[in-house]
């Protein structure tokens, strides 16, 4: 289960991949479709979310920043 950490309310355009940077700020590139071009990153929220070790952090559906616990180490 994932647990919201910050509160960002971005309305996700198509064509485009949103994600957390180095510095915790949510930006965006343009996705590689076709002969056309991908990238050319821009920031849209300055949020600045530490990150923790073990977590995996992305934008919800709300749009808000999320995390997950990594699962490692997991036995037969």
Request: net charge positive; with cysteine; proline share 0%.
């Amino acid at each position: 289960m994932a647990e919201k950490v910050k509160e960002c309310k971005i309305t996700k355009e198509k064509g485009y991949l949103y994600y957390l940077d180095k510095n915790g700020n949510v930006a965006r590139s343009k996705m590689a479709r076709g002969g056309e071009k991908g990238g050319g990153a821009e920031v849209v929220n300055e949020s600045g979310v530490t990150r923790e070790k073990g977590f995996l952090y992305f934008i919800d559906k709300d749009g808000d920043v999320a995390r997950a616990k990594m699962a490692r180490g997991r036995k037969k």
